[in-house]
C-alpha cells in the first residue's frame, strides 16, 4: 500500500507539474496587449532563448538597428507597431517553421509602411515584344550552383526607403550578365533607373516604371537596351530618391544589353538558365520577409500571384539547411536590396522547385553586349 501511495503522489506531482508548465507556456506564447507586458519567448533560435519582456525586445531593437524618435507619442506608437510586429513573427514562425522569423531591420513598421518604402514591383504584365527564353537541357546540372562563387555578384547593396528593389534587381542581371561577357565585376547604377527609366507598358494605361513608386526589370531592360546602356554606380552614385532630374551621360557607359528574355516557369529551366546566362531577374511576394532572418522559407501558404518585390537569383542548393525530417530542401539563393543587416547578410533562401511566394512565376534573363555601345 505504501509503495502504491508513492507512486500515486508521484504522478500527481508531476501531473501539477506538466499543468504548471502549460500554463507557464500559454503565458509565455500569449499576445502581447497593449495594457499589459507578458512575458514572451525570444523569436531566435540557438543559444539565446532567454526570456525577455517585449520592453526589453524594443530596447534592443533600437539599440541593434539605431532607431530613434522625435516624440513620446511617436516612440509610443513604434512600441504598439514591434509589439504587433511580434505576434506577426511568431505566426509567421507556425506557417514557415523552417526558417527563423522574429525581429527585423522593419519591425517598428506597419504593413503599409513596409510595402510602401521598401518593395516596388508595378505589375505583372510582360512586354508585348519580350523574347521567350528557348528551352535548354537539363540532363547535368550541378546539385548546387552560386555566382557568387564564381566572381559574378557585386556585394549587397540597400536600396533605403526607396520602392526601386525594381531597379536592383534589373541591375545585379546585368551586373553578372557582363561579367560573363567580360571577365568584370562593375557595379552599375540603379540611380540612372531611377531617375531615367520611365519606360511604360503600351498595354496598360499610366503603367510606368517610376522610380521610388516601382517599376518592373523587363520594363528597365526595354530602358537599357534604348539608351545604350548604364553608367558605373561611382559615376552616378544612389540616393535613394527620385526627385532628382535624369543626369545619364553617354559617353559614360560601362555596360550594355544585347538583348533580354522571358523564361519558363519551371524550376529546371530557371535553374539551367542561371547558370547558362548569369543571376536572374525575378519577382516575389515579399510577405513573409518582413520577419525573416535567416534558413529556407517554405510557408504552406503564400500567394504566388502578389508579387510586390523585385530580387536577383544568383544560385541554388539542397544541402546545409535540411532539417531532420527531410534529407535535402532544395533552394533558391536570393540577393536582397535591403542591406547586410536583413536576413542571411542580404540574402534569402526560399524553397526550390515549388514556386513558394510566386519565386518561380517572373523570372527574366538578359544578355550584355560585348562593349558597351
Partial sequence: MARFNAIALFFAILLSAT?????FSDQIDGDVSDGEDLLIRQVVSGADDRLLTAEQRFQNFKLK????????EEHDYRFRVFKDNLRKAKRHQKLDPDAVHGVTRFSDLTESEFRENFVGLNR????ADAHQAPILPTDNLASDFDWRDKGAVTPVKDQGSCGSCWSFSAVGALEGANFLSTGKLISL?????????HECDPEEAGACDAGCNGGLMTSAFEYILKAGGLEREEDYPYTGTDRGSCKFQNGKIAASAANFSVISNDADQIAANLVKNGPLAIGINAVFMQTYMKGVSCPYICSKRNLDHGVLLVGYGSAGFAPIRFKEKPYWIIKNSWGENWGENGYYFICKGKNVCGSESMVSSVAAAATPN
Avoid: M
Fill in 19 to 23: 499543468v504548471a508548465y502549460g500554463v
Fill in 65 to 72: 538597428f539605431g532607431k530613434t524618435y522625435a516624440t513620446a
Fill in 124 to 127: 505583372l504584365r510582360l512586354p
Fill in 189 to 197: 547604377s540603379e540611380q540612372q533607373l531611377v531617375d531615367c527609366d
